[in-house]
Nanobody, 120 residues
Framework: VQLQASGGGSVQAGGSLRLSCTAS???????MGWFRQAPGKEREFVAA????????RYADSVKGRFTIYRGNSGNTAYLQMNSLKPEDTAVYYC???????????????WGQGTLVTVSS
């Protein structure tokens, strides 16, 4: 499985961005998640979604602002980010795993990351 993340960029606080993650290979019945790593910090969980989209999970820091959803084919996951804050600045990574886990080790495949910069 290979993952390609895109959609990062620079935005002012309060703005919006949508990240995309497209997977090639076998992703049937696999969950997809987003993690992020801010400068000088460890990578942290952001959001995850099951294959069918019926279950989602969010970090408390993004609840109500970010929405994760999957495309019709199931091979693409999107992260709609609204009301962005400077503390959302990070490299965002997508990953494929067996469940909507918050633990990185439970994800088997990772994309290359896309940078999101939010200025105040």
């Amino acid at each position: 499985v290979q993952l390609q993340a895109s959609g990062g960029g620079s935005v002012q606080a309060g703005g919006s961005l949508r990240l995309s993650c497209t997977a090639s290979g076998r992703t049937f019945d696999r969950a997809m998640g987003w993690f992020r790593q801010a400068p000088g910090k460890e990578r942290e969980f952001v959001a995850a979604i099951t294959w069918g989209g019926g279950t989602t999970r969010y970090a408390d820091s993004v609840k109500g602002r970010f929405t994760i959803y999957r495309g019709n084919s199931g091979n693409t996951a999107y992260l709609q980010m609204n009301s962005l804050k400077p503390e959302d600045t990070a490299v965002y990574y997508c990953a494929v795993g067996s469940s909507v886990a918050t633990t990185q080790s439970l994800y088997d495949y990772w994309g290359q990351g896309t940078l999101v910069t939010v200025s105040s």
